[in-house]
């Protein structure tokens, strides 16, 4: 059974950087073809796909928010972290990290919720 | 960016009826070399993540129940819902997977007349 949880802080101040831990279980990253995303979604607004890392430590990244993002894993504890660079106002969302295999998201976390807020 | 618009906004159908949401690519989502569509369909009750519903355009996740179809290729999709039940009040979003960033749809909202 594939299961995701992330974790985080619930407020952070505009300019500061947001560090997000997607822990998982039910499956490794070190096989081939997995992977894990972060797809966020602002309060009653649609779904925003952010970055994806993979097995082989390849990394994609929305070319919108590439300057301020960085996703990286720790396959011995599950986990995958994203790290996402002087928030602002407009990042409010919940965060989800997302299972994928050969592209697909297949498996969604429960979401955690961050508000940017001084 | 390929841009994803969905039809309708959002979506009222009586309990047994048919409901039919629409999704639309701004370029073709189909890879030639392996002739699947890079399209999946989600599914998102009120409080809660979204759940994957179709992948590759028309194949069903495990445990999905089969009043659930998807069809279309190319730049032109369609989520259907053969007999609605109540369960089924969500908002339903397609996305692409074929180009970096992968893109949603702004979401059908289907509720139950």
């Known amino acids: 059974q594939i299961t995701l949880k992330e974790s985080g802080p619930t407020v952070v101040k505009p300019t500061q950087t947001l560090t997000l831990t997607c822990t998982f279980s039910?499956?490794?990253?070190?096989?081939?073809?997995?992977?894990v995303a972060w797809i966020r979604q602002p309060p009653g607004k649609a779904l925003e796909w952010l970055a994806d890392i993979y097995w082989d430590d390849d990394k994609r990244y929305s070319p919108s928010l590439k300057s301020r993002v960085t996703i990286t894993k720790d396959t011995s504890k599950n986990q995958v972290v994203l790290t996402m660079s002087n928030m602002d106002p407009v990042d409010t969302a919940t965060y989800y990290c997302?299972?994928?295999?050969?592209?697909?998201?297949?498996?969604w976390g429960q979401g955690t919720p961050v508000t940017v807020s001084s | 960016d390929i841009v994803m618009t969905q039809s309708p906004d959002s979506l009222a159908v009586s309990l047994g009826e048919r409901a039919t949401i629409n999704c639309k690519s701004s370029q073709s989502v189909l890879y030639s070399s392996n002739n699947k569509n890079y399209l999946a369909w989600h599914q998102q009750k009120p409080g809660q993540p979204p759940k994957l519903l179709i992948y590759w355009a028309s194949t069903r996740q495990s445990g999905v129940p089969d009043r659930f179809s998807g069809s279309g290729s190319g730049t032109d999709f369609t989520l259907t819902i053969s007999s609605l039940q109540a369960e089924d009040v969500a908002v339903y979003y397609c996305q692409q997977y074929y180009s970096i960033p992968y893109t949603f749809g702004q979401g059908t909202k289907l509720e139950i007349k």
């Open positions: 997302a299972h994928q295999s050969t592209t697909v998201t297949t498996h």
């Open positions: 039910g499956f490794s990253l070190n096989t081939g073809g997995l992977g």
